[in-house]
């Protein structure tokens, strides 16, 4: 089952984006470069919790 999470800037902590994953099948959190709105510019964003 795919479970729905949210990915925050590594910079600025705002809750840019939202996904899912395969929480059987990937055991350790997400981590994408993606573009900041805030920030603007490309940043790490990381899984919360």
Do not use: G
Not at 7 to 22: A, P
């Amino acid at each position: 089952m795919r479970e729905k999470i949210i990915l925050i800037c590594t910079q600025c902590l705002s809750r840019n984006y939202t996904t899912t994953k395969n929480k059987q099948t990937q055991k350790e959190r997400l981590e994408i470069n993606k573009f900041c709105p805030k920030c603007n510019k490309h940043t790490l964003h990381r899984e919360s919790k």
